[in-house]
């Protein structure tokens, strides 16, 4: 029902909310020394509300869950905490913390989910603050840059360290401006704890850059042609986008690895990052769902919005693939243009300088120095295209296989609390069996595993809720990014071609005289 | 494939703007109206419109195929009396080999387009075929308008029997004497090559002459490279325009299948590279008219020119042999007028043609000078029209964009 979703209304439906407040307020003082044990999920910012209901009427697939309704909750939850519950300032800080929103009586379990968050108060609870007060325009204050790639060492044991530099005004971080040294390694190490710690809780973690043997070889071995400073650029982009998506997922930037990450002058060296490296972990990802499908998982669907995603999914996959291969023949096509342009300009030149008519050899020189010019936007709007729409594709295809990962662990999920309850059925048959067949010591073991199984199957169905739910606030803050993310794109890509036909009109606008001074 | 082409009026009539110079001379005038292709020829419709009093009749029409225009310039340019003409440059032969073997290609079924795509390939190969063949019609033209329009030319028996005779010629294809002929023309020509560089120790008496032969050697090699980058550049402005194409149809079908707040921008964009393709296609095909004919058209040119240098070059050494042979024979006096009239002769031939070849040098300057400025005017206007056509189109588009959102 609608209503579950949107924010209370002030005035008397108060009255019930306040209460379950009050409620929520024990469960925390308990909760915070019982914490309950899940899958190792720490500090997990759920910055829940609206999406918590797993009807099967999910919001239809065209409409993106543009959800501006969290801020409001938040608001007025900060207003309750203020002013009706002052005695929790002391274990809470004043801001709402997630967990005072399971207002939604569907799932009773949900307060003891969001109650995790609670581990670490302090930097925690400040750094939510924050982010949630920015949650209004989705723009956290942290920007990132990558920069001044620097080969260290000689020889096959040589690597390109780059500099990671943030700027923040959050608090939970040391500084306002600080600045790391890091290798290609440092990143896919970094991804490789972030995925391990969430991917598999529904979380989709943005992909590190592929690592590349050819590129990377022809750096070592100190080759200093335009390929390999090409193959730097791409590299260090690439990783600096990386860092900037990474960081506006408000989940991973609460995380400290993220944060040692960005902080610490020394990192420990990751180890094992062939395994774990972004084509590595979509290699898993892609495994695992192969296998997912071939187990014939009959999984009964009670959510439309899953099964309309998965094929919305697959499809603009598809799409994408095509449209970025179109764009990488364009790409090396322009760089032919510009090359064989190049070349014109010189033999134009040439011929200026061969014939003997003095007007018509000073129009030819300067037709091939407006050639040369020309090239020379070539070679600029080339360079657009690739870094400015070209990767953009491709990282979206990275990031589509990530958000498939998801919604794939959410299957398996699925099909463990299947798994559970077949057990748990079996357990009994076997308890049963065991009463008639009158053995007294095999039957309570009999019923401690009953027991157990009874728990696991309880499990089962919460992870599987927590992670239907987390996935659909995070499809819904992936597509947001999504549609901002190719809006900003696509206006940046032409806005470059217009730059080339602007200057077009003032290179040949120049010329145009000289050719008319041609008697 | 039959395909009879319209001649509209306008640019795309002429496409080759030397011809329209020339096409102004009343007693004589001559054009292609009509041409048709036929698997492996094509067919030209010659009308010829003259007061002059050769002809039988005031307008002639008769069809020629391209072999009769290569004939046509072997009479020319194997006449001795034209010695010193520069005999305007054969039409190349016409070649749809390449682009009839793409129209092939796409025909044969290539399963990764989709039907979206293959219309616009389509559409993109067959206005390629049809400006091939518009070029190759202006080409034939060109060379007969300026055989019309040469004072001496023009009065060719064999030129009128080409405007004239309404029976198919019958030119046949060159047997193997003739092909033997040319071979050894062939390396007649290297021995010309070797004249004209000056390494036959010949001396050159005019400064004029000099300096021609200094320039055109060089000017001919630069033309020809020049000729050959620009094609390069023409193409590779082509495959842009066909890149457009898929990504424009990609745009379209995500543009449909988008989410709500995407649509308006994917289609927009789909709709832009549509029609920057079309606006790309046409600065690639500016750039072939404008600049690589041209440039071919004097590559070729200058060719004849160098022909001309030969020929001259030759009866210089003529001349110059005749003279040794009337002083050996007045040294031992024997046959001393026959030596003398041959020298005259010869002295005679090598100054008509000198004069004439000065003349022509002249003219092929300012003709080529003409050429160029008319070209060069025109291809940067296009460049400019097609580039405020793209801006203009981009930032309408990026109006639409940046409301919607």
């Not at chain 1, 610490?264 to 990751?270: F, Q």
């Not at chain 2, 745009?251 to 789909?270: M, P």
């Given at each position: 029902?609608?209503?579950?979703?949107?924010?209370?209304?002030?005035?008397?439906?108060?009255?019930?909310?306040?209460?379950?407040?009050?409620?929520?307020?024990?469960?925390?003082?308990?909760?915070?020394?019982?914490?309950?044990?899940?899958?190792?999920?720490?500090?997990?910012?759920?910055?829940?509300?609206?999406?918590?209901?797993?009807?099967?009427?999910?919001?239809?697939?065209?409409?993106?869950?543009?959800?501006?309704?969290?801020?409001?909750?938040?608001?007025?939850?900060?207003?309750?905490?203020?002013?009706?519950?002052?005695?929790?300032?002391?274990?809470?800080?004043?801001?709402?913390?997630?967990?005072?929103?399971?207002?939604?009586?569907?799932?009773?379990?949900?307060?003891?989910?969001?109650?995790?968050?609670?581990?670490?108060?302090?930097?925690?609870?400040?750094?939510?603050?924050?982010?949630?007060?920015?949650?209004?325009?989705?723009?956290?204050?942290?920007?990132?840059?990558?920069?001044?790639?620097?080969?260290?060492?000689?020889?096959?044991?040589?690597?390109?360290?780059?500099?990671?530099?943030?700027?923040?005004?959050?608090?939970?971080?040391?500084?306002?401006?600080?600045?790391?040294?890091?290798?290609?390694?440092?990143?896919?190490?970094?991804?490789?704890?972030?995925?391990?710690?969430?991917?598999?809780?529904?979380?989709?973690?943005?992909?590190?850059?592929?690592?590349?043997?050819?590129?990377?070889?022809?750096?070592?071995?100190?080759?200093?042609?335009?390929?390999?400073?090409?193959?730097?650029?791409?590299?260090?982009?690439?990783?600096?986008?990386?860092?900037?998506?990474?960081?506006?997922?408000?989940?991973?930037?609460?995380?400290?690895?993220?944060?040692?990450?960005?902080?610490?002058?020394?990192?420990?060296?990751?180890?094992?990052?062939?395994?774990?490296?972004?084509?590595?972990?979509?290699?898993?990802?892609?495994?695992?769902?192969?296998?997912?499908?071939?187990?014939?998982?009959?999984?009964?669907?009670?959510?439309?919005?899953?099964?309309?995603?998965?094929?919305?999914?697959?499809?603009?996959?598809?799409?994408?693939?095509?449209?970025?291969?179109?764009?990488?023949?364009?790409?090396?096509?322009?760089?032919?243009?510009?090359?064989?342009?190049?070349?014109?300009?010189?033999?134009?030149?040439?011929?200026?300088?061969?014939?003997?008519?003095?007007?018509?050899?000073?129009?030819?020189?300067?037709?091939?120095?407006?050639?040369?010019?020309?090239?020379?936007?070539?070679?600029?709007?080339?360079?657009?295209?690739?870094?400015?729409?070209?990767?953009?594709?491709?990282?979206?295809?990275?990031?589509?296989?990530?958000?498939?990962?998801?919604?794939?662990?959410?299957?398996?999920?699925?099909?463990?609390?299947?798994?559970?309850?077949?057990?748990?059925?079996?357990?009994?048959?076997?308890?049963?069996?065991?009463?008639?067949?009158?053995?007294?010591?095999?039957?309570?073991?009999?019923?401690?595993?009953?027991?157990?199984?009874?728990?696991?199957?309880?499990?089962?169905?919460?992870?599987?809720?927590?992670?239907?739910?987390?996935?659909?606030?995070?499809?819904?803050?992936?597509?947001?990014?999504?549609?901002?993310?190719?809006?900003?794109?696509?206006?940046?890509?032409?806005?470059?071609?217009?730059?080339?036909?602007?200057?077009?009109?003032?290179?040949?606008?120049?010329?145009?005289?000289?050719?008319?001074?041609?008697? | 494939?039959?395909?009879?082409?319209?001649?509209?009026?306008?640019?795309?009539?002429?496409?080759?703007?030397?011809?329209?110079?020339?096409?102004?001379?009343?007693?004589?005038?001559?054009?292609?109206?009509?041409?048709?292709?036929?698997?492996?020829?094509?067919?030209?419709?010659?009308?010829?419109?003259?007061?002059?009093?050769?002809?039988?009749?005031?307008?002639?029409?008769?069809?020629?195929?391209?072999?009769?225009?290569?004939?046509?310039h072997?009479?020319?340019s194997?006449?001795?009396?034209?010695?010193?003409i520069i005999i305007p440059p054969a039409?190349?032969?016409?070649?749809?080999?390449?682009?009839?073997?793409?129209?092939?290609?796409?025909?044969?079924?290539?399963?990764?387009?989709?039907?979206?795509?293959?219309?616009?390939?389509?559409?993109?190969?067959?206005?390629?075929?049809?400006?091939?063949?518009?070029?190759?019609?202006?080409?034939?033209?060109?060379?007969?308008?300026?055989?019309?329009?040469?004072?001496?030319?023009?009065?060719?028996?064999?030129?009128?029997?080409?405007?004239?005779?309404?029976?198919?010629?019958?030119?046949?294809?060159?047997?193997?004497?003739?092909?033997?002929?040319?071979?050894?023309?062939?390396?007649?020509?290297?021995?010309?090559?070797?004249?004209?560089?000056?390494?036959?120790?010949?001396?050159?008496?005019?400064?004029?002459?000099?300096?021609?032969?200094?320039?055109?050697?060089?000017?001919h090699?630069?033309?020809?490279?020049?000729?050959?980058?620009?094609?390069?550049?023409?193409?590779?402005?082509?495959?842009?325009?066909?890149?457009?194409?898929?990504?424009?149809?990609?745009?379209?079908?995500?543009?449909?299948?988008?989410?709500?707040?995407?649509?308006?921008?994917?289609?927009?964009?789909?709709?832009?590279?549509?029609?920057?393709?079309?606006?790309?296609?046409?600065?690639?095909?500016?750039?072939?008219?404008?600049?690589?004919?041209?440039?071919?058209?004097?590559?070729r040119d200058s060719q004849a020119a160098k022909d001309l240098?030969?020929?001259?070059?030759?009866?210089?050494?003529?001349?110059?042999?005749?003279?040794?042979?009337?002083?050996?024979?007045?040294?031992?006096?024997?046959?001393?007028?026959?030596?003398?009239?041959?020298?005259?002769?010869?002295?005679?031939?090598?100054?008509?043609?000198?004069?004439?070849?000065?003349?022509e040098?002249?003219?092929f300057?300012?003709?080529?000078?003409?050429?160029?400025?008319?070209?060069?005017?025109?291809?940067?206007?296009?460049?400019?029209?097609?580039?405020?056509?793209?801006?203009?189109?981009?930032?309408?588009?990026?109006?639409?964009?940046?409301?919607?959102?």
């Amino acid at each position: 029902m609608a209503a579950e979703r949107e924010p209370p209304p002030l005035g008397d439906a108060r009255q019930p909310e306040l209460e379950e407040l009050e409620d929520g307020e024990d469960l925390f003082t308990s909760t915070v020394s019982t914490l309950e044990s899940s899958p190792s999920s720490p500090e997990p910012a759920s910055l829940p509300a609206e999406d918590i209901s797993t009807n099967s009427n999910g919001p239809k697939p065209a409409e993106i869950i543009l959800d501006d309704d969290r801020e409001d909750l938040f608001a007025e939850a900060t207003e309750e905490v203020s002013l009706d519950s002052p005695e929790r300032e002391p274990i809470l800080s004043p801001d709402p913390t997630p967990a005072i929103t399971p207002v939604t009586p569907t799932t009773l379990v949900t307060p003891r989910m969001e109650s995790k968050s609670i581990t670490a108060p302090v930097i925690f609870d400040r750094s939510s603050e924050e982010i949630e007060e920015e949650a209004n325009g989705d723009v956290f204050d942290i920007e990132i840059n990558v920069s001044d790639p620097e080969k260290v060492g000689d020889g096959m044991n040589a690597y390109m360290a780059y500099r990671v530099t943030t700027k923040t005004s959050l608090s939970m971080f040391h500084k306002n401006e600080f600045s790391v040294k890091r290798r290609f390694s440092d990143f896919l190490g970094l991804h490789s704890k972030l995925a391990t710690k969430y991917l598999h809780v529904g979380y989709i973690v943005p992909p590190a850059p592929e690592k590349s043997i050819v590129g990377m070889t022809k750096v070592k071995v100190g080759k200093e042609d335009s390929s390999s400073t090409e193959f730097v650029e791409k590299r260090r982009a690439a990783l600096e986008r990386y860092l900037q998506r990474t960081v506006k997922h408000p989940t991973l930037l609460q995380d400290p690895d993220l944060r040692q990450f960005l902080e610490s002058s020394e990192l420990p060296r990751a180890v094992n990052t062939q395994a774990l490296s972004g084509a590595g972990i979509l290699r898993m990802v892609n495994k695992a769902a192969d296998a997912v499908n071939k187990m014939t998982i009959k999984m009964n669907e009670s959510d439309a919005w899953f099964e309309e995603k998965q094929q919305q999914f697959e499809n603009l996959d598809q799409q994408l693939r095509k449209l970025h291969a179109s764009v990488e023949a364009l790409v090396c096509h322009r760089k032919e243009l510009s090359a064989n342009t190049a070349a014109f300009a010189k033999s134009a030149a040439m011929l200026g300088n061969s014939e003997d008519h003095t007007a018509l050899s000073r129009a030819l020189s300067q037709l091939a120095e407006v050639e040369e010019k020309i090239d020379q936007l070539h070679q600029e709007q080339a360079f657009a295209d690739f870094y400015v729409f070209s990767e953009l594709l491709g990282d979206y295809i990275r990031l589509i296989a990530a958000v498939k990962g998801v919604l794939d662990h959410r299957m398996k999920c699925w099909q463990k609390w299947q798994d559970a309850q077949v057990t748990l059925q079996k357990k009994r048959e076997a308890e049963a069996k065991l009463q008639l067949a009158n053995k007294p010591d095999k039957l309570q073991q009999a019923k401690d595993e009953i027991k157990e199984w009874e728990t696991k199957v309880q499990q089962g169905e919460r992870d599987f809720e927590q992670i239907s739910k987390t996935i659909r606030k995070e499809v819904g803050r992936f597509e947001k990014e999504r549609v901002k993310d190719f809006k900003a794109v696509i206006i940046k890509y032409l806005e470059s071609l217009v730059q080339t036909q602007q200057q077009l009109i003032k290179y040949w606008e120049a010329f145009l005289p000289e050719a008319k001074a041609i008697s | 494939m039959e395909e009879p082409l319209e001649m509209p009026p306008g640019e795309e009539s002429k496409p080759c703007s030397l011809s329209e110079e020339l096409a102004t001379d009343p007693s004589l005038q001559v054009e292609i109206s009509d041409a048709v292709s036929e698997r492996d020829k094509v067919k030209f419709t010659v009308q010829t419109k003259s007061s002059l009093p050769h002809f039988t009749r005031p307008a002639l029409s008769v069809v020629r195929q391209h072999e009769d225009f290569v004939w046509l310039h072997d009479t020319f340019s194997e006449n001795d009396e034209y010695a010193g003409i520069i005999i305007p440059p054969a039409p190349p032969r016409p070649d749809f080999e390449a682009s009839r073997e793409k129209l092939q290609r796409l025909g044969e079924g290539n399963s990764t387009l989709t039907r979206e795509e293959f219309a616009k390939m389509k559409q993109e190969l067959e206005g390629e075929y049809l400006a091939i063949f518009k070029k190759t019609v202006a080409m034939h033209e060109v060379f007969l308008q300026r055989l019309a329009a040469h004072p001496v030319l023009r009065r060719d028996h064999n030129f009128y029997v080409f405007l004239e005779y309404d029976q198919d010629l019958s030119v046949r294809g060159k047997n193997r004497k003739e092909l033997l002929g040319g071979f050894f023309r062939n390396i007649v020509k290297s021995a010309d090559e070797a004249l004209i560089t000056g390494m036959s120790g010949l001396k050159e008496v005019d400064e004029f002459f000099e300096h021609e032969r200094t320039f055109l050697l060089e000017y001919h090699a630069r033309v020809r490279d020049t000729c050959l980058k620009a094609d390069r550049v023409m193409r590779s402005h082509k495959s842009l325009a066909e890149d457009y194409i898929p990504i424009s149809v990609a745009l379209g079908s995500l543009g449909t299948q988008e989410v709500r707040q995407l649509q308006t921008s994917f289609l927009k964009l789909a709709e832009l590279f549509e029609r920057l393709r079309k606006l790309e296609g046409r600065v690639a095909s500016d750039e072939d008219l404008k600049l690589s004919d041209l440039l071919k058209y004097y590559m070729r040119d200058s060719q004849a020119a160098k022909d001309l240098l030969y020929r001259r070059l030759r009866a210089l050494a003529d001349y110059e042999n005749a003279n040794k042979a009337l002083d050996r024979a007045r040294m031992r006096n024997k046959e001393v007028k026959p030596a003398e009239a041959h020298q005259q002769l010869c002295c005679q031939h090598f100054e008509q043609l000198s004069a004439s070849a000065k003349q022509e040098l002249t003219d092929f300057k300012s003709r080529r000078i003409s050429a160029f400025r008319k070209n060069l005017i025109e291809l940067a206007e296009l460049e400019l029209k097609h580039a405020k056509a793209s801006s203009l189109l981009l930032r309408n588009t990026l109006i639409v964009l940046k409301g919607d959102a």
